[in-house]
């Protein structure tokens, strides 16, 4: 089997109601999507923050085997491709290579742990609105009558709104919910500790980037400072990033984004340093239907770690912001019940695109 042609798509979807995180307020979603084409018949789709070059796809990818994954994939980064628009093309192989043998992509990576992952809701985001207390406490609840059992808050908006607003969600959820929250890299080391201080009496799950995502020796002061769990690392790019934050005890949780890191093929690599590290791995996922599909099959292929009775649980980050690419692009939505999400079985990726909607939004 050989690749014959790549197609690149930029996706765009106009958000109707923006919404903010402690960095900068979303009035679109911004997508890269690759579909790779083989004389076989089978095509591939993967997605990445960005698409790669035309010159890099014609020297690295056309015309070579679908199934040397690792060769295309030091090719193209040899050649200078961001990560990850390498981690596009990777998705799509490991689609193509799932079709070609009629296996989900989660046989591929050595088996399923299971075949239903519990799912956090990414939501809390600030909003223009009158009472922000108000808003974030009906939403949270909106998620707990969902069926929720986790959930993520955005912070970083100073430490009046943080503290005030995390103390009146943890109150309306209850103590049976977990809750994490994130600053989106919005406070320096100080404000990171001292917020964080505060925010600790809620029995938070995790605090997610306090602080600038590359800041090593920071992580290590903050994760020092704070009596709970500190996470990071969704914007990290390949396995070298990534090794500084592991080895130096910079995290307690590192969250690789399967579209950023460089693919499955990354991915693995990455989380195997983790979890010979004894860090914990729990993926970010914001993105169309390709990404939360690849996500839930790296969760299902996860071992549990510790291999506990009772294992704290694979968590699958479930943006419960408005994005039809993430609930149409894939013709059979991939959607929770009472918080849980069906990894998929289908081969491949096991999602079939709508490209009605991916020619709508281009
Ligand atoms: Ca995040």
Redesign the pocket.
């Known amino acids: 089997m050989k690749i014959v042609d790549v197609k690149t798509y930029s996706l765009v979807y106009p958000v109707q109601e923006p919404f903010a995180n402690a960095m900068r307020w979303t009035r679109e979603r911004a997508f890269g999507v690759v579909e790779v084409i083989t004389d076989s018949g089978i095509t591939g789709w993967g997605e990445g923050a960005t698409v790669p070059a035309r010159r890099a796809i014609e020297a690295q990818v056309i015309g070579r085997n679908p199934f040397h994954n690792e060769v295309i994939w030091e090719g193209l980064h040899k050649q200078g491709t961001d990560t990850a628009a390498i981690s596009a093309i990777d998705i799509a192989l490991w689609d193509i290579m799932g079709k070609a043998l009629d296996q989900p992509i989660h046989h591929l990576l050595g088996g399923a742990f299971r075949d239903r992952v519990q799912a956090y809701a990414t939501g809390l985001f600030r909003r223009d609105c009158a009472d922000h207390t108000a808003a974030l406490v009906a939403e949270a609840r909106g998620y707990a009558d969902a069926g929720f059992k986790a959930m993520k808050m955005k912070v970083g908006f100073g430490p009046d709104y943080d503290i005030k607003n995390v103390a009146a969600v943890r109150r309306a959820i209850g103590d049976d919910i977990l809750f994490a929250v ?1 600053a ?1 890299c919005g406070y320096d080391r100080g404000s990171a500790i001292a917020v964080g201080q505060k925010l600790a009496e809620n029995n938070l799950l995790w605090f ?2 306090p602080i600038s995502a590359d800041d090593v020796e920071g992580y290590v002061q903050i994760r020092r400072a704070l009596n709970m769990r500190i996470s990071g690392a ?1 914007q990290l790019r390949g396995r070298w990033a990534f090794r500084r934050m592991i080895q130096e005890g910079a995290l307690d949780i590192i ?1 690789p984004d399967v579209c950023v890191c460089g693919g499955f093929t990354e991915f693995r690599k990455i989380a195997a340093m983790a979890s010979a590290n004894h860090v914990r791995v729990i993926p ?1 996922m ?1 993105g169309t239907a390709i990404r939360l599909a690849a996500t839930l099959h790296l969760l299902a292929a996860l071992p549990d770690a510790p291999r506990a009775l009772e294992p704290f649980p694979a968590l699958l980050e479930y943006d419960m912001s408005e994005n039809a690419l993430r609930t149409m692009l894939a013709r059979e939505p991939i959607s929770h019940t009472d918080g849980i999400v069906a990894v998929p079985q289908g081969p491949g990726l096991g999602i079939e695109i709508n490209r009605d909607l991916l020619e709508k939004y281009s």
């Open positions: 994130d989106n997610e980037e969704e969250q970010h914001f």
